[in-house]
């Protein structure tokens, strides 16, 4: 017998991609934005954030006062759920929020009550069904982008940001296996980046693969416009003393590197990579065998 459980009306830019199904299937989420206007004014206040609906009944998760409302998340950009437990990660540009369910604890409403309003993201981790924010990172960018791994509790954000007027980027790597912490590291890319255009994580394991467009480091001096187009691959652990680290396995030696994939066992990776500098250069594949170190 199928029962309808609730029915919904589908918002405008809704798709099959707006819903979110919680790892365990006992929730179900997803991104919202309403436009309020002030009664006896043209003043319009939008309210946005995250809607989270327990299964099986479809009613709006409830606060700690009992009151089924959404998760209000000012500025929210991008938003999933941790691969392998029920915390929401989102991005956003934030400001003065007036809704007291904004930040989901005490320390974070007393940080943004001094906090100026800007337009900077910030990322943010919430556990469910709690509301709990458990970690939040600010950062000076214009562009962030979410790189989940796809079995793990491990979350890489890719950074695009300016420094002295200089396009400079950022791989931010944050660790969800630590309960109710999460520590974080950043990926130093130390060439000169042109693009960053993308990352890849070993699905079953802990190595993650950069894939960047950079300025060449020649030691002859004779071709100062080379560029390499390559993959430097790095590796989570933990460390008994250091905690959350990340170690540097190496760069790949090719720089024509078109595009990358990893096995879905790890340790055996792929690359399409461009047999000579011309445009007419043939493209080859290559498979490579890489241990954890």
Known sequence: MVEIIRELPIADGENSETYKWSPDGVYLAKKFKTELKKEGTDEVKVKEGISVYEL?????????????????????????????????????????????????????????????????????????????????????????????????????????????????FSVELFDLTQGNNVPHQMIQLRKDIISLMGCYWEPCGRMIAVLTLSKKEVTTGINMDAKRQGIDIFQVEHDKLKGFVVKNIGAHPSDRVVDFSWSPAGEVFCTLEKDGAYATAKSIWNWYFIEEQ
Not at 133 to 155: E, M, N, T
């Open 56 to 168: 099986p009944s479809m009613q709006i998760l409830s606060n700690s006062e009992g009151q089924k409302k959404s998760i209000t998340i000012a500025g929210i950009k991008e938003w999933e759920w941790a691969p392998t437990r029920n915390t929401l990660i989102y991005s956003c540009f934030f400001g003065p929020e007036e809704e007291e369910d904004y930040y989901g604890d005490e320390e974070e409403k007393k940080a943004a009550a001094n906090t100026e309003q800007v337009m900077d993201p910030r990322v943010g981790f919430m556990n469910i069904p709690s509301r709990q924010v458990i970690g939040f990172k600010d950062f000076k960018s214009k562009s962030l982008k979410f790189v989940i791994h796809p079995l793990q509790d491990y979350v890489a954000i890719t950074n695009e940001f300016e420094r002295k007027s200089k396009k400079c």
